[in-house]
């Protein structure tokens, strides 16, 4: 009896431990995910050298948002209307926009140290198309200052056009 009960606990005991294992391994990995960085833009930026001034593809509408906020902006390109969301998170050294109505971004310029970052949502964009530009984009960010640093976003120029985004 005693070797069937031993038995008995020691499955149970291998069971108990493999689920302390399973449970451990699971808190692991939710930290890690939570530890990583967050999640890349839709499109690699394009690196633009100096204070680019605002400059939208042909048929797109632009604005600028400086100094950046938490903000939406209605705007009508062509026939379209609709508004762009715009938020700014990790002490403004990320912005991410989503869009309402008929409307789709072209193109995102992310300026922060000496430098910025153009996102560019159209046919030619690896490594997925946007033909017809995208509804939203998350975690854009300016380049690395010399510091090596990603620094706080000074502006931001979006290029809007009708259609309805990916």
């Not at 294992?21 to 930290?31: H, K, M």
């Not at 001034?53 to 950046?68: H, K, Q, S, T």
């Not at 998170?89 to 008929?102: C, D, E, I, M, R």
Request: one cysteine or more; glycine letters at 12%.
């Amino acid at each position: 009896m005693r070797v069937t009960t031993r038995a008995k606990n020691g499955t149970r005991r291998a069971g108990l431990g493999a689920k302390v294992v399973g449970l451990g391994l699971a808190t692991l990995v939710a930290i890690g995910v939570s530890a990583s960085p967050a999640a890349a833009a839709s499109v690699d930026p394009d690196f633009v050298e100096g204070n680019p001034p605002l400059e939208c593809p042909e048929g797109a509408e632009g604005f600028r948002i400086d100094p950046p906020a938490d903000t939406t902006v209605p705007v009508s390109p062509g026939d379209a209307t609709g508004t762009v969301i715009i938020d700014f998170t990790a002490n403004n050294t990320l912005v991410s926009f989503n869009t309402t109505g008929n409307i789709a971004v072209r193109q995102v310029t992310v300026k922060g140290g000496p430098d910025a970052n153009r996102y560019v949502y159209d046919a030619d964009s690896t490594p997925t198309s946007f033909p017809d530009g995208i509804a939203m984009d998350t975690n854009l960010v300016s380049p690395f200052n010399p510091g090596g640093q990603v620094p706080t976003i000074s502006h931001v120029d979006f290029c809007v056009i009708e259609g309805n985004g990916s």
